[in-house]
């Protein structure tokens, strides 16, 4: 009997240890990760390389200033497309809970959160690279869009439903008509945590490269036309990446530092906002 | 009195367009992915007509004989997520069970959430090229031990990579799922003398199993259509492999190497994987959605 | 007669199928509190939102009978204006969130994007808050927001946000059962002091609170309208076997 218990007590310590050991396991690849950027990184940001455009190989002093540029061209392209038809979605299924037409809508928003970024991709070259006979940031951002959409309207679906019903009662009781009630005090109440999931979309389209491969394509130049192909530091790092020469491959490390910082403090300042910001009922 | 308002009759044409167009984005939604859907099947149909199902079987990919098959891809696909599945399942089964029941709150638990946090939120592109910083050196001295040729990228390299990946994304499911968990279910366990590792074993474990396993299901559809770091890490080879060891492509990768250069037939052909790519991701996530959705009903009704 | 507010013609209300008022009859005069009494269940809720048509918003319900509001026919005019013109506080307090008490005060004019100077405002703000008996405790916080005060300064706030609208009439739905004594208390007081200058259909389930701020008082059972007339009459001798029985605690 004793000894039984020794045994069923030393499997229970067992697998706890294995458990803890598994689990904090997964964390180490975070921390290499962040060591190698670092170590990698930190050493080729200067001014140049944050401003300069990229340069041949052989000439010193290129950098990523396109690419930053690129980047944030993008996440405005894709965000003036995506928030509104992501919150007028969001309100939409958040006020039709039951309903053929918005179980459907549902079912698609989760088909295109988990449709690969590389079809998409493929679609916006379809869509916009063809007709246009060019790569260009509107196809990049359009492509973006279509990622971000179901990010935006899930979480605007998810705050909205949130919001207590009796406050919507109290406007429309004051003869408030409901697209006003809807739009002057339902959406500010949930409005932390629609521009929680705003940045959150941004954080997660920020690094996306497979779609751009054929859309905004790369660009060694800076461009703000959106109509002409645009660099972006995701596209950069994979170009200098894959290229053959070891001072490019501290590039990539070095633009894969902004890239990290960027999309960090997307998620730190979405997190600050939804910490703070937060109505309280 | 109310001379600075809207007549009733201009509140009701407002109220009108409101609800169209609510209406109106919520069907683009649907519109949009069925506009998707065709525009693949279109593009792809000159494959299509050509090679048929076939397609799916024919382990040949080659340019020259303008003769196309994605069976080296399909397999290149299955083996890279399988493995990396394999390989991440202990791992976020562990992280579930640890912040689902072991350690739910407190600094040691935040600390690990926020890690998976971040580390679901590094770009794919980065993972790619720490891959071949790391992990490539890694696996080719492994082969210059084993003997066969050191290429260093390949299957086994973009499943590590990608296990590192869907970790995150199945363990956060999981410790959702573990958490539904009753709590007078363990409590009745638990009374009955039983140890924790035995609650987990028979109570916890059997109770979240099928939300265990949709997550899983998700984490499948994650890693079939990743893209950029198995790109960078598989080796771009169009033969079909023959080792975990060998140079590869997946369905996503192929696509991401070739697809710019890629003309007529093989264009179309490319089209055609990614028709097949966006299937398979679909029934996938419509599976585990619909099982995590079920769970999710089942518990609410059993709190209430 | 000159001095009705609100008359209720045969008027029945339905959830469904369900008939939930049943042929009420009920007519309302001017600056009086009436108060709806009644056991749980029996649809005094129901009742006063067919007052605002709030009742219609709920999907499958539907009504029949007629309401009229001073002359105006409440079934046949814009739902909108109508609950422009009648205030309603709820059980649960129900400031809102993002605006600043000063803002929650005009939400309806603001809200429906009635513009009024500056200083009108201002004197509609003070004015609303002093007869919510509110004016003191917030007169030097009137920029924050409102969920920051305790649940009986938000229900005065919410009364004070009827007020402001002048409405015709004021619903009151059990408005004192999520608080505690002293608030209740505070805004039984109130009703007293307000019944000067407001018409008041007050809901409760607690026999006590109509008989201390009541003139008239209704006893609904069943969706039926049992039994109207002065609280006074009503509490010492009631007409109806069930009225007699509900006043002294045989059920509900
Ligand atoms: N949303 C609803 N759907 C269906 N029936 C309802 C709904 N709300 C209330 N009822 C029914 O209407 C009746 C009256 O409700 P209510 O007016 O809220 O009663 P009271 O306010 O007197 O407690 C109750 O029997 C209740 O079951
Ligand atoms: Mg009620």
């Known amino acids: ?281 | 009195m109310m001379s600075n308002c809207k007549s009733p009759a201009g509140i009701d044409r407002s109220e009108k367009r409101f609800t169209w167009i609510l209406t109106a984005s919520g069907a683009f939604i649907v519109v949009l992915l069925i506009a998707i859907f065709f525009t693949l099947f279109i593009t792809a149909l000159p494959a299509i007509k050509k090679f048929g199902l076939t397609f799916l079987i024919s382990k040949s990919w080659n340019a020259t004989a303008e003769s196309f098959g994605s069976l080296p891809f399909l397999v290149g696909t299955l083996l890279t997520s399988f493995l990396a599945l394999i390989i991440a399942i202990p791992f976020s089964i562990s992280i579930s069970m640890f912040l689902g029941e072991y350690c739910k709150e407190g600094a040691i638990s935040n600390f690990l959430r926020s890690a998976i946090e971040v580390l679901a939120g590094i770009p794919s592109v980065i993972y790619g090229l720490w891959g071949i910083f790391l992990l490539v050196p890694l696996v080719r001295s492994l082969e210059m031990q084993l003997g066969i040729v050191p290429y260093g990228v390949g299957i086994l390299t973009s499943s590590l990579i990608l296990a590192i990946m869907v970790i995150p994304f199945s363990a956060s499911l999981g410790r959702e799922v573990i958490s539904l968990v009753p709590g007078d279910l363990k409590e009745a366990a638990y009374s009955l003398g039983a140890t924790r590792f035995e609650v987990m074993k028979n109570i916890v474990i059997p109770y979240a199993r099928s939300g265990i396993i949709a997550g899983i299901l998700l984490a499948f559809g994650r890693a079939i259509g990743e893209t950029m770091a198995v790109t960078m890490l598989i080796g771009n080879s169009s033969f079909l492999p023959t080792s975990i060891f060998s140079p590869a492509n997946t369905m996503a990768s192929v696509i991401a190497n070739q697809f710019s250069e890629a003309t007529g037939i093989v264009a179309s052909s490319l089209i055609y994987i990614a028709l097949v790519l966006f299937l398979v991701t679909t029934i996938v996530n419509i599976i585990g959605n619909y099982v995590i959705h079920k769970i999710s009903i089942e518990a609410s009704k059993e709190v209430t | ?252």
């Open chain 3, 1 to 252: 007669m000159e001095n009705t507010v609100l008359r209720i013609e045969s008027f029945s209300a339905y959830f469904g199928d369900n008939k939930i008022l049943k042929e009420i009859n009920l007519t309302i005069t001017k600056n009086i509190v009436t108060a709806i009494m009644g056991p749980s269940g029996c649809g005094k809720t129901t009742l006063i939102r067919c007052v605002n048509r709030m009742h219609e918003l709920i999907p499958g319900t539907k009504v029949s009978g007629e309401m009229f509001l001073g002359s105006h026919n409440i079934y046949s005019m814009e739902p909108i204006l109508l609950r422009r013109m009648v205030g309603m506080v709820f059980q649960k307090p129900n400031p809102f969130p993002t605006m600043s008490i000063y803002n929650n005060v005009i939400a309806g004019y603001k809200l429906n994007g009635i513009r009024r100077p500056r200083d009108e405002f201002d004197n509609i703000v003070e004015q609303s808050l002093k007869k919510a008996a509110l004016w003191n405790e917030v007169k030097d916080s009137l920029h924050r927001k409102g969920t920051f005060l305790s649940g009986g300064q938000q229900q005065r706030l919410c009364i004070a946000r009827a007020l402001a609208m002048n409405p015709e009439i004021l619903l009151l739905d059990e408005p004192t059962s999520a608080l505690d004594p002293k608030s209740t208390a505070q805004i039984e007081e109130l009703f007293v002091e307000l019944k000067q200058n407001v018409t008041m259909l007050l809901v409760t389930h607690n026999i006590a609170q109509a008989a201390r701020v009541s003139d008239f008082t209704a006893f609904l059972y069943l969706g039926e309208l049992v039994e109207f007339g002065p609280t006074e009459k009503m509490f010492t001798v009631p007409k109806d076997k069930r009225t007699e029985e509900y006043l002294t605690g045989k059920f509900g």
């Open chain 1, 1 to 281: 009997m004793e000894k039984q218990i020794n045994i069923r007590l030393f499997k229970d310590t067992l697998f706890k240890g294995l458990v803890c050991l598994f689990a904090f396991a997964s964390a180490l690849p975070l921390f290499l990760i962040l060591y190698y950027i670092t170590k990698n990184g930190i050493a080729v940001i200067n001014w140049d390389f944050l401003f300069n455009l990229p340069r041949p190989i052989g000439e010193s002093g290129g950098g990523i200033g396109s690419a930053i540029v690129g980047t944030i061209m993008l996440i405005i392209l894709s965000g003036v497309i995506s928030i509104p038809f992501g919150i007028a979605t969001g309100i939409y299924l958040s006020e039709q809970k039951k309903g053929k037409l918005s179980s459907i809508v549902r079912l698609c928003v989760i088909v295109l959160q988990g449709t690969p970024s590389i079809v998409i991709g493929i679609i916006a070259y379809i869509w916009v690279v063809l007709p246009l006979k060019t790569f260009s940031a509107m196809s990049g951002g359009i492509a973006l869009s279509i990622m971000m959409l179901p990010v935006i309207i899930k979480t605007t679906e998810e705050t909205l439903k949130l919001i207590p019903y009796h406050l919507k009662e109290a406007s429309l009781a004051l003869g408030v008509p409901y697209y006003k009630t809807m739009l002057k005090v339902i959406l500010p109440a949930g409005l932390s945590g629609i521009v929680t999931g705003i940045l959150l979309s941004i954080a997660r389209i920020t690094g996306e490269t497979a779609p751009l491969l054929f859309t905004a394509f790369g660009n060694q130049f800076m461009n703000l036309n959106i109509l002409k192909p645009i660099d972006s530091l995701p596209y950069r790092i994979f170009y200098y990446a894959m290229s053959p020469y070891p001072e490019w491959h501290t590039f990539a490390w070095g633009a894969s530092f902004i890239l990290v910082v960027f999309t960090l403090v997307f998620n730190l300042i979405a997190r600050g906002i939804s910490a703070k910001w937060k109505t309280q009922f």
